[in-house]
């Protein structure tokens, strides 16, 4: 059985490396693909399942990796478009 670990942040640490990110809200939902509800509950303290957690956590770390620099707003601008697109079924 493989182990799940839930890694878990603050709030207030998730939203400030979001907004570092310059990502909305509503963009960092779909491309973790949780409802903006979600990210608007987590951002407030509220509690949000763990699957939740771990996608956002998931979307996060790759972001910030991908972008080589958690200060650099250039990669996520022009990777926006792709990463927004639904993938096809």
């Known amino acids: ?6 890694v878990k942040i603050s709030e207030k640490d ?11 809200q509503n963009d960092f939902a779909k491309i973790a693909g949780v409802s903006y509800r979600t ?6 303290g509220k509690t949000v399942s763990g699957k939740s957690m771990d996608k956002i956590v998931h979307i ?9 620099n958690k200060n650099d707003n ?4 022009s990777h926006k478009n792709a990463l927004m697109k639904k993938p096809k079924a």
Do not use: A, H, P, V
Request: hydrophobic content about 40%; cysteine-free.
């Open 14 to 24: 998730f939203k400030n490396r979001r907004m570092t990110l310059n990502i909305s």
């Open 1 to 6: 059985m493989k182990d799940k670990t839930i």
């Open 39 to 44: 990210i608007l509950r987590f951002e407030q």
């Open 74 to 77: 250039l990669w996520w601008k």
């Open 60 to 68: 996060l770390e790759n972001l910030e990796s991908s972008s080589g």
